[in-house]
Nanobody, 120 residues
Framework: VQLQASGGGLVQAGDSLRLSCAAS????????LGWFRQAPGKEREFVAA????????VYADGVQGRFTISRDNAKNTAYLQMGNLKPEDTAVYYC??????????????WGRGTQVTVSS
């Protein structure tokens, strides 16, 4: 499966932003889709994931209640709605496809990152 992320940008603290992840491939709708992020000097970390049907979602503690992940299988696209953004959310956000795990996901494919910068 190939992934294309979009929607990043520069926003102010407290603003909202929506990221999109378009998946292509015959079995794209069967994958768990999710997001990871990597801030400068830090390791890549899990953000959120949604299973193939959209019935199950999981979030990292630091974004729970502020971010919402969803998907539209008719469009093979997942979305990450980010609200009440904080400067510590600044990172390159990567879309991923894979399988669900306990409070995370295990990617088998990665998209190119999209930069999210939150100014204070």
């Amino acid at each position: 499966v190939q992934l294309q992320a979009s929607g990043g940008g520069l926003v102010q603290a407290g603003d909202s932003l929506r990221l999109s992840c378009a998946a292509s491939g015959r079995t794209a709708s069967s994958y768990t889709l999710g997001w990871f992020r990597q801030a400068p000097g830090k390791e890549r970390e899990f953000v959120a994931a949604i299973n193939w049907s959209g019935a199950n979602t999981v979030y990292a503690d630091g974004v729970q209640g502020r971010f919402t992940i969803s998907r539209d299988n008719a469009k093979n696209t997942a979305y990450l709605q980010m609200g009440n953004l904080k400067p510590e959310d600044t990172a390159v956000y990567y879309c991923a496809a894979g399988v669900s795990g306990r409070a995370t996901m295990y990617p088998s494919s990665w998209g190119r990152g999209t930069q999210v910068t939150v100014s204070s």
